[in-house]
């Protein structure tokens, strides 16, 4: 089983998010906090907490992973994870059992 890291960015990642970027022809997104996810350690991707701006390892399944930095970011910029409201109990009334009927 793999272990999965989900955590800001650090000034020592910069290498490591270069390649990143190398990798998925594209440069670090410029400016703003990043969130990376690590598999076993290493970085497959990273993603700008103030627009969602992503770089991947095309090489990676790394789907899911931007899915959860895209939550990750959501609470960080105070929105919350969605959550699907219960509907509304409509048409429900206590019911009385009179004994003998």
Excluded: K, N, Y
């Excluded at 410029?30 to 090489?59: K, M, N, Q, W, Y």
């Excluded at 990750?72 to 994870?81: K, V």
Aim: glycine share 8%; hydrophobic share 45%.
């Amino acid at each position: 089983m793999s272990e999965v890291t989900i955590r800001p960015a650090f000034p020592d990642d910069s290498a490591a998010l270069e390649r990143l970027a190398a990798l998925d022809s594209s440069t670090v997104p410029d400016g703003g906090a990043l969130l990376i996810a690590g598999v076993d350690g290493v970085i497959v991707a990273a993603l700008r907490i103030e627009d969602d701006s992503t770089i991947a390892d095309p090489f990676h399944p790394t789907a899911e992973l931007v899915a959860l930095l895209a939550v990750r970011a959501r609470q960080l910029r105070g929105g919350g994870a969605r959550r699907r409201r219960a509907a509304p109990r409509r048409g429900w009334a206590r019911r009385t059992v009179t004994a003998g009927r």
